[in-house]
């Protein structure tokens, strides 16, 4: 009887993987656009500050600027999606002034919000 329970087990555990994998895959699809459209878009932010940078008395400053938003935009367009949201995790557990930032600023807009339609 044990046998007959630990292979219907394997098989669910099976499925169950193949599920999250193919929802994982959907997912990653589905966020493709929006990574690329983000990463475009800080790409061109990081253009506009070198051209400006070549105004400033100090260019090295907003060419230090544009690599590092370059730099993001890369990371923002090639890494996964899970990734990206892990390393957040990760950032915000060793930082947890991050954590309480947030979570005064999720307060004062959602007050600002409710606030606003009264």
Do not use: C
Not at 8 to 14: E, F, I, M, N, Y
Not at 41 to 55: F, H, P, V, W
Not at 71 to 97: H, L
Request: proline content about 1%; hydrophobic content about 35%.
């Amino acid at each position: 009887m044990s046998v007959i329970g630990n292979a219907g087990r394997s098989v669910a555990r099976g499925l169950a993987i193949d599920q999250a994998q193919r929802l994982g895959s959907r997912i990653e699809k589905s966020t493709g656009n929006l990574k690329s459209e983000t990463g475009r878009r800080i790409e061109s932010l990081a253009a506009q500050i070198r051209s400006l940078g070549k105004d400033l008395e100090s260019p090295f400053e907003a060419g230090r600027l544009a690599r590092e938003l370059q730099r993001t935009a890369d990371y923002v367009r090639y890494r996964r999606s899970s990734d990206i949201a892990a390393d957040t995790w990760r950032f915000v557990k060793t930082n947890r002034s991050v954590w309480v930032a947030g979570g005064i600023a999720a307060g004062l807009l959602g007050y600002l919000l409710t606030r606003k339609h009264r």
